[in-house]
């Protein structure tokens, strides 16, 4: 089993994508327009650019996206709530270049630092209002 977590966007999808793809070192492998689908999925013109469909794979780990509007996800502009995209790495100068990169542009909700549990750990909310928890697995250093 796999469980891969699909995050929404109202048209920043693509933009998201390859900002994550950047900073994880992932491979987009799936980037579908609304205009690539079927005629009968075509409605309005402004939505032809946004993604239907996204799939990044960051070694053996995926995520998708999606860009929806608010007529078919009523909550897409508010903030996300109640989830975070959570990052392991055994290297803390890893985890803390992602924690850096991603929280450029959005929200520090707890700097990454040393915890009772982790030699580095740090929550953002990047530019794109996704939540994440960036962890260093091991032992705190003295």
Not at 47 to 54: E, G, I, K, S, V
Not at 108 to 122: A, D, H, N, Y
Request: contains cysteine; hydrophobic residues 40%.
């Amino acid at each position: 089993m796999k469980i891969v977590p699909s995050l929404s966007f109202n048209g920043q999808c693509r933009e998201a994508f390859d900002f994550y793809a950047q900073v994880l070192g992932g491979k987009i492998t799936a980037a579908m327009r609304y205009a690539d689908g079927p005629p009968e999925m075509q409605g309005d013109p402004k939505y032809n650019d946004w993604l239907m469909h996204c799939w990044m794979d960051v070694g053996d780990q995926s995520i998708m996206g999606a860009d929806m509007d608010v007529q078919w996800a009523p909550n897409i502009t508010k903030p996300k709530n109640g989830f975070d995209v959570s990052l392991h790495s055994n290297d803390a100068d890893e985890a803390r270049r992602w924690f850096d990169a991603l929280s450029e542009g959005g929200k520090v909700v707890m700097p990454f630092e040393k915890t009772f549990w982790s030699p580095g750990f740090g929550a953002c909310i990047d530019k794109f209002g996704v939540p994440w928890m960036i962890n260093t697995n091991g032992e705190p250093k003295a």
